[in-house]
């Protein structure tokens, strides 16, 4: 199963572009990369996915590189309400839709 | 679209009691539904999953007779902790997806989780 790695941690100012970043340089060609959140103490919700083109929808973009070994989820203007764990996740290939949590990225959004 | 609900959203029981969580797909049916759970300041583990009658899949090392599961009909599955210890508190959440995801970008949907106390 292709691993990811994120940031601990990041902070970001009301109104900014947040950036997140993630590494998942043992993707296959087949595996998708998705992107979660977790509010604390709510269930996961989904924000985006893609295989290799650049993807975007009312609440995020996803950037995947070329070489689609890393991408980047794009939160245009935070609030304070995008404050939650953010997970990049690289489906488990071969299984039933399984996703393998990581310990994803916390993220502060600050006034 | 694509609501996810649990119930009840908080149980607090007593040791050696059985507790039962429901997890249904609202407006969709999900031939496939997950259960994960989480520790505090921990992420979210698989525990197992659930296709529409038949058996469930568990994870390795998660106890099948501990923890059962059934997925009865398309728009529902639940999960029972049997005999419940307090090292069984945790935070379980469910997830449900439209299709089988076999290599296809398809997508889960969660449910809100359903904090559990055993004293």
């Known amino acids: 199963d292709a691993k990811t790695t994120q940031p601990t941690s990041m902070d970001c100012a009301e109104g900014r572009a947040a950036n997140l970043p993630c590494n998942h340089s043992?993707?296959?060609?087949?595996?998708?990369v998705y992107w979660y959140r977790q509010i604390h103490s709510q269930g996961p919700q989904y924000i985006i996915h893609?295989?290799?083109n650049n993807e975007t929808n009312e609440m995020a973009s996803l950037i995947i590189t070329e070489d689609r070994k890393s991408s980047t989820l794009i939160l245009p203007h935070a609030t304070l309400r995008d404050t939650a764990v953010y997970y990049c996740?690289?489906?488990?290939?071969?299984?039933?839709?399984?996703?393998?949590f990581g310990a994803g990225t916390q993220v502060v959004v600050t006034p | 679209g694509a609501v996810v609900s649990q119930h009840p959203s908080r149980v607090i029981c007593k040791s050696g009691t059985s507790v039962k969580i429901e997890c249904r797909s609202l407006?969709?049916?999900?031939?496939?539904m997950f259960w994960y759970r989480q520790f505090p300041k921990k992420s979210l583990m698989l525990m197992a999953t659930?296709?529409?009658?038949?058996?469930?899949?568990?994870e390795q090392g998660v106890e099948k007779d501990k923890f059962l599961i059934n997925h009865a009909s398309l728009t529902l599955s639940t999960l029972t902790v049997t005999s419940a210890h307090p090292e069984d508190s945790s935070f379980y959440i469910c997830?449900?997806?439209?299709?089988?995801?076999?290599?296809?970008?398809?997508?889960?949907?969660f449910g809100p989780g359903t904090r559990l106390t055993v004293l």
């Open positions: 043992t993707i296959s060609g087949n595996e998708y």
């Open positions: 996740i690289v489906r488990v290939k071969g299984s039933w839709g399984k996703l393998q």
């Open positions: 893609g295989l290799k």
């Open positions: 997830s449900a997806t439209p299709g089988l995801g076999v290599g296809v970008g398809d997508t889960q949907y």
């Open positions: 659930s296709n529409e009658g038949s058996k469930a899949t568990y």
């Open positions: 407006d969709f049916q999900a031939t496939t």
